[in-house]
């Protein structure tokens, strides 16, 4: 069985990336949900024949 890279770090390492990673995801859901704010406010998906932002996005 080949060994994961994840196993070949540190503790402290594995630790550090994971608080650095959930950091990350939280800005980049902060920034998805602004964008949709915006989509919703411009009602975007209504130019593309589509009744609802939530329509829109089943169809993607």
Known sequence: MNQSPLSAISD???LSDIKNLVCKEHELTA???DHLAE???RK???DLKYRSLFEYFKSQ
């Open 39 to 41: 989509i919703e406010k």
């Open 31 to 33: 920034r998805i949900i």
């Open 44 to 46: 975007l998906y209504s």
């Open 12 to 14: 402290t390492k594995l």
